[in-house]
């Protein structure tokens, strides 16, 4: 025990540790082995201690300690406590560190999974979840797994999580409600103050192109992969359902959807200033856009969905629309409009359109068990010059 004793208080003075933190919570510590990795130039350092260490104190010896041998190598560091503290102890103690350390591991778990409560009864961690959507959003997220390895890895105490609703009364399920949507609201608003680049246009006057944030040079991911939150994800496509709303902030809330065909993606962006509310104006149905920023659980919707906050956002091309470049164009003889059931989604106004855009002389229409389309897709050849069969 000497001997790591010794080799503590080296490590001590090396990371410069102020000597009233030593005398006041190290007293007792020491180094019980350490582990080198050659491969990644990683060394974690293994600390004994017969009491807990205060939260603050111990991210301030962690910091010291990396900081001062960062130059030797990329350190971990673990506690290992004695037996006799009991697992409540080292949960009530390091709890709030759970809570730093999952928020940087999983995305949007701020809102909610720091107003659920626990209880530690021997290796068993019990979390109770303020509402079935937290509850649920725990379960997909596998915090019950997150917190095992934190404690397993940090401090090598071992547990089992089990997670549940908590029961609330319905005055304080409510206003815990109302909080809860404020927060999310100033959390949204800042990440967006944030990240957003300020519009370098002079005052009065209008922006030529749509251009949020910095150029996106990523390849767009297809949205139909994009399946659960994610920190940082690019995406492009068509604009539809776009909607501007004002709110009681003095801010304009810009909400639209993306698709590209594969799937379809809900947006929200959120303009502060008089140039953002310029510049965000110019999105609109039919363009196409690249996006890039955090996708997350949209928690004021009453079944949460995947949406996306941008950070960049650039208008970009469409994809060059197909052409029929036969020397001798055909004639479709068999089509069917919305009006046979199950079979098509497009109106018959619409084939004929793009029929005469491919430079076709005619086009049937077949139809089975109605002729309800036949005045439009007469209407419509008529307009188009196009000889229509009726079949």
Same mark, same amino acid.
């Given at each position: 025990?000497?001997?790591?004793?010794?080799?503590?208080?080296?490590? =001590?003075?090396?990371?410069?540790?102020?000597?009233?933190?030593?005398?006041?919570?190290?007293?007792?510590?020491?180094?019980?082995?350490?582990?080198?990795?050659?491969?990644?130039?990683?060394?974690?350092?293994?600390?004994?201690?017969?009491?807990?260490?205060?939260?603050?104190?111990?991210?301030?010896? $962690?910091?010291?300690?990396?900081?001062?041998?960062?130059?030797?190598?990329? %350190?971990?560091?673990?506690?290992?406590?004695?037996?006799?503290?009991?697992?409540?102890?080292?949960?009530?103690?390091?709890?709030?560190?759970?809570?730093?350390?999952?928020?940087?591991?999983?995305?949007?778990?701020?809102?909610? !999974?720091?107003?659920?409560?626990?209880?530690?009864?021997?290796?068993?961690?019990? !979390?109770?979840?303020?509402?079935?959507?937290?509850?649920?959003?725990?379960?997909?997220?596998?915090?019950?797994?997150?917190?095992?390895?934190?404690?397993?890895?940090?401090?090598?105490?071992?547990?089992?999580?089990?997670?549940?609703?908590?029961?609330?009364?319905?005055?304080?399920?409510?206003?815990?409600?109302?909080? !809860?949507?404020?927060?999310?609201?100033?959390?949204?608003?800042?990440?967006?103050?944030?990240?957003?680049?300020?519009?370098?246009?002079?005052?009065?006057?209008?922006?030529?192109?749509?251009?949020?944030?910095?150029?996106?040079?990523?390849?767009?991911?297809?949205?139909?992969?994009?399946?659960?939150?994610?920190?940082?994800?690019?995406?492009?496509?068509?604009?539809?359902?776009?909607?501007?709303?004002?709110?009681?902030?003095?801010?304009? !809330?810009?909400?639209?959807?993306?698709?590209?065909?594969?799937?379809?993606?809900?947006?929200?962006?959120?303009?502060?200033?008089?140039?953002?509310?310029?510049?965000?104006?110019?999105?609109?149905?039919?363009?196409?856009?690249?996006?890039?920023?955090?996708?997350?659980?949209?928690?004021? =919707?009453?079944?949460?969905?995947?949406?996306? =906050?941008?950070?960049?956002?650039?208008?970009?091309?469409?994809?060059?629309?197909?052409?029929?470049?036969?020397?001798?164009?055909?004639?479709?003889?068999?089509?069917?409009?919305?009006?046979?059931?199950?079979?098509?989604?497009?109106? %018959?106004?619409?084939?004929?359109?793009?029929?005469?855009?491919?430079?076709?002389?005619?086009?049937?229409?077949?139809?089975?068990?109605?002729?309800?389309?036949?005045?439009?897709?007469?209407?419509?050849?008529?307009?188009?010059?196009?000889? $229509?069969?009726?079949?």
């Amino acid at each position: 025990m000497t001997d790591k004793r010794k080799r503590f208080e080296v490590l =001590m003075r090396q990371a410069e540790v102020p000597v009233e933190l030593l005398d006041s919570f190290f007293h007792d510590g020491w180094i019980d082995r350490v582990e080198c990795s050659r491969s990644n130039k990683e060394w974690t350092i293994y600390i004994g201690k017969s009491t807990v260490v205060p939260a603050e104190a111990y991210r301030t010896f $962690c910091l010291r300690v990396q900081d001062k041998l960062s130059h030797i190598a990329k %350190i971990k560091i673990i506690f290992h406590y004695e037996e006799q503290l009991q697992n409540k102890e080292i949960v009530d103690a390091y709890w709030s560190l759970f809570l730093e350390w999952v928020k940087r591991e999983v995305a949007s778990v701020n809102g909610w !999974l720091h107003k659920g409560q626990y209880d530690v009864e021997k290796d068993l961690i019990k !979390l109770s979840l303020p509402d079935a959507t937290s509850l649920e959003l725990a379960k997909k997220k596998q915090i019950d797994k997150y917190c095992t390895t934190f404690f397993e890895t940090y401090f090598t105490r071992t547990f089992r999580v089990t997670m549940q609703q908590g029961s609330h009364d319905t005055e304080a399920y409510e206003a815990f409600q109302q909080k !809860l949507m404020e927060e999310e609201r100033q959390v949204i608003q800042q990440m967006m103050e944030e990240s957003a680049r300020e519009v370098e246009e002079e005052e009065g006057e209008a922006p030529e192109r749509l251009h949020v944030g910095y150029d996106i040079k990523d390849e767009p991911t297809p949205i139909m992969n994009v399946q659960d939150e994610e920190k940082r994800v690019t995406i492009q496509g068509a604009v539809f359902g776009v909607e501007m709303k004002e709110l009681r902030n003095g801010s304009t !809330l810009f909400t639209f959807n993306l698709t590209d065909f594969s799937d379809s993606m809900a947006m929200k962006m959120f303009a502060k200033t008089k140039e953002d509310v310029k510049m965000l104006s110019l999105i609109s149905n039919g363009q196409w856009l690249k996006a890039r920023g955090r996708v997350e659980y949209d928690r004021f =919707m009453q079944i949460p969905e995947l949406v996306m =906050m941008p950070n960049d956002l650039n208008e970009v091309k469409a994809p060059a629309e197909r052409k029929d470049t036969a020397e001798e164009k055909r004639v479709e003889f068999h089509l069917h409009s919305t009006m046979s059931a199950m079979d098509a989604v497009t109106s %018959i106004s619409d084939y004929v359109k793009q029929a005469a855009k491919w430079g076709h002389k005619a086009i049937a229409v077949t139809d089975h068990g109605n002729v309800q389309c036949y005045p439009e897709a007469a209407k419509a050849a008529k307009k188009m010059t196009l000889k $229509c069969f009726m079949a």
